[in-house]
């Protein structure tokens, strides 16, 4: 988003300088952020109080603007999950205090909130986004900050400093392929892709081509949109004049309703394929629940979308976390609806609980302490709301497993699921390498 | 030839939109010599106060189009009147960074009002078409042709026959002569802003038609109109109908039969490509005037 201020050059130069010092004293080590031995014994670093026993995270999300529809939730999950724990005695009697800035998706604002609260916390919980995570990589890899990565760009995984869960982009696309070509006759079946022309839609569409190339699917059309675009006639034109049966939709939601509307009052109803990202609860009804008012989009998208992820159907009881997770939520947030990124904040709240358990029966809470636990957590189980994460020194992945759910205007959630978490051959055998 | 008109049907129905947008931006620079960067955020304004009163008030939706319209043609005059009049005798400058700060106070506005989620119209056409000879045509977008003429056609009626209409090519001709003679220039200003409030609400609530939603992204399209706005002559009524539908119509057809080799999102190009060779031939623009210097 671009801002301009006119201010006379003196004052310009003034709130120059005041920003550089202010960025100056976030980035460096605070008095508050100074190592130091704590009287439970722990070794304490940047936003851990020994006195009141409590460890301050950042989150960095956009808690306003369009992508706010995705931060707020992932926020308050998060916020739920610390809340339970807090409420349970706290990490072996260690507090966690969230301390939230906007980012409003944009890198520098990302930047700035970054380096205003680098110094006042010992980890950032939540980074949402690949352009704002890249944007501060460098930063936190300088400063050896954990960041947990709300983003399933595959470019992350391989980050020493990275903490993400769940399963990127590519791989569900592949995994989703693999489903396509085990059904009947589907070694025959046609595919497409419609993906955005940025970050986000070169790891959808790199898992795409994986897929097609290792189970030799025929992908009879590739095509692009670019953020903005208002009219997708071409895209889904390209698709139908190929004959896709299956049309992945690497998107954002209004985009892939705008995909799926387009397609169906043309005739045209293959197999859609959403990308996680391209889901929302909103794309059905008013209020995002079966109780609101049907959009105009919502019959076609509950006949012919599949929506990739890696999250438990929304009240599914065979998940053994699911009974907490319901009773923490009408607990502590009990106006959430049914929502994926509530749960994905959630479940993210929960690794990092893990890692803070075994930073602090290592006896230390600073950064490389941390650092080092998370290195080193191995398997966190998350009660099947999320296939488990497994952090190891040799970095990679958290998870190759998907699930493929369809779209249901009665389900609460709107999700069915059609299979549950599995790994294709595709998925298993791909390789990431770092970044940059 | 299906895939043609379909593609010819939805690039016409797009360029109708971009003509409202590019109307509501030529209104105002032509009477004052602003550039209204606010434009695309009062479109995005009419799409919200459209479903607002649509769905969470249950009006018609008749209605609730006229209660848009009018709140939006009244909140671009009271805008004209208690901020930027205070502005007379400033740079000109200093008028565009105004709209700019306005466009910024909206699009952080409407989500913190609504949220970010997408909202439902509250149409009556949804995804209903009709289909001719292969090719879909959505009833929304029959309907944004449709009313698009209609205002165009009662634009350019009010403009040429009524004393306003005058008044403002006048204003637009001279403002010193215009002031010089009794027109009440002032009063002109805030009509100005009152039409491009107006024809933004329609922009707005057609923009956001099926297979579309009212979602905080709407204003970007402004960004989109702008070569149909320099294409059709900055101060041209006649040249943003003409560029808005010639780019609504090259922005879908290239992105439907652009070769390979020109890249992805040659369509995003496309429009400036054109713009930039009929600038070669007319520095104005298809209709912009050009200026008259004593050497």
């Avoid at chain 2, 109708?16 to 606010?38: E, W």
Wanted: net charge positive; proline share 5%; aromatic share 8%.
């Amino acid at each position: 988003m671009g801002r301009v201020k006119m201010r006379p050059l003196g004052a310009v130069c003034a709130a120059g300088a005041i920003a550089m010092a202010i960025g100056a004293c976030g980035t460096g080590s605070s008095s508050s952020g100074a190592s130091g031995g704590g009287s439970s014994g722990v070794t304490t670093g940047p936003g851990v109080d020994a006195k009141a026993k409590t460890i301050s995270l950042g989150v960095l999300s956009p808690l306003s603007g369009p992508v706010a529809a995705i931060g707020k939730p992932l926020t308050a999950g998060q916020e739920t999950y610390f809340r339970a724990v807090n409420a349970a005695g706290g990490i072996d009697g260690w507090k966690v205090d969230l301390v939230e800035r906007d980012t409003k998706y944009d890198p520098q604002t990302e930047v700035q909130a970054y380096n205003r609260i680098a110094g006042n916390v010992a980890f950032i919980a939540q980074s949402l986004g690949s352009p704002t995570t890249k944007a501060i990589q460098p930063l936190a890899s300088q400063q050896k900050m954990l960041i947990g990565a709300s983003a399933q760009d595959s470019s992350l995984v391989t980050d020493p400093v990275m903490a993400v869960i769940g399963t990127p982009y590519a791989i569900d696309n592949a995994n989703a392929l693999d489903h396509i070509a085990k059904q009947k006759g589907g070694k025959n079946a046609k595919v497409g892709i419609i993906y955005q022309n940025d970050a986000y839609g070169q790891d959808g569409l790199r898992g795409y081509q994986a897929g097609v190339n290792t189970y030799h699917l025929r992908s009879v059309a590739e095509t692009t949109y670019k953020s903005g675009d208002t009219d997708l006639t071409a895209q889904v034109q390209k698709m139908r004049s190929a004959g896709a049966q299956y049309v992945f939709v690497v998107a954002t939601p209004s985009v892939a309703s705008t995909i799926v509307g387009t397609g169906a009052s043309q005739g045209y109803n293959p197999r859609w394929v959403f990308q996680g990202p391209a889901w929302s609860e909103y794309l059905m009804s008013s209020d995002g629940t079966p109780k609101g008012k049907p959009t105009a989009v919502a019959k076609a998208l509950a006949s012919s979308v599949w929506v990739l992820g890696y999250e438990a159907q929304w009240g599914d009881k065979s998940a053994p976390g699911m009974a907490k997770f319901l009773a923490d939520t009408k607990r502590f947030a009990p106006s959430q609806i049914p929502d994926y990124y509530f749960m994905y904040g959630y479940a993210q709240a929960k690794v990092e609980t893990a890692i803070l358990r075994k930073a602090i029966a290592g006896g230390a809470l600073t950064r490389a302490a941390i650092l080092d636990a998370k290195l080193h957590l191995g398997t966190v189980d998350l009660g099947g709301l999320m296939p488990p994460v497994d952090y190891t020194p040799g970095l990679g992945p958290a998870s190759r497993m998907s699930e493929i759910s369809k779209v249901s205007s009665t389900t609460q959630g709107f999700l069915k699921a059609v299979r549950g978490f599995f790994v294709g051959d595709a998925a298993r055998s791909m390789t990431f390498k770092a970044s940059g | 030839m299906t895939a043609f008109l379909q593609l010819l049907f939805q690039g016409v129905a797009l360029g109708c939109i971009y003509a409202l947008v590019a109307l509501g931006f030529t209104v105002v620079y032509r009477a004052s010599k602003v550039i209204n960067f606010a434009q695309g955020s009062l479109l995005l304004v009419g799409a919200y106060l459209v479903s607002f009163l649509a769905t969470d008030l249950n009006l018609p939706f008749v209605a609730a189009v006229v209660g848009a319209i009018a709140l939006l043609a009244t909140g671009g005059a009271v805008f004209q009147m208690t901020v930027l009049r205070r502005m007379l005798g400033q740079p000109v400058f200093v008028l565009v960074m105004i709209t700019i700060g306005l466009s910024i106070v909206i699009d952080s506005s409407i989500p913190a009002i609504f949220g970010g989620n997408a909202r439902i119209l509250g149409d009556p056409w949804g995804a209903s078409a009709v289909h001719v000879g292969g090719v879909t045509l959505n009833w929304v977008r029959i309907w944004t042709v449709v009313c698009t003429g209609l205002i165009l056609a009662l634009y350019f009626a009010f403009d040429r026959f009524s004393r306003y209409g005058l008044a403002m090519r006048a204003t637009a001709a001279d403002e010193e002569a215009a002031l010089a003679v009794g027109v009440p220039v002032r009063r002109v200003y805030a009509l100005t802003w009152a039409i491009a409030g107006g024809v933004a609400a329609v922009g707005g609530l057609f923009l956001a038609g099926f297979p579309s939603s009212v979602n905080p992204s709407l204003g970007d399209v402004a960004l989109r109109a702008f070569p149909a706005i320099i294409l059709g002559g900055l101060d041209s009524p006649p040249g943003a109908v003409v560029g808005g539908i010639t780019i609504g119509i090259v922005e879908v057809m290239s992105s439907g039969y652009a070769p390979g080799w020109l890249g992805n999102d040659f369509s995003s190009v496309a429009p400036y490509v054109v713009m930039i060779l009929v600038l070669l031939s007319r520095p104005y623009g298809l209709f912009g005037t050009r200026p008259v210097e004593r050497v």
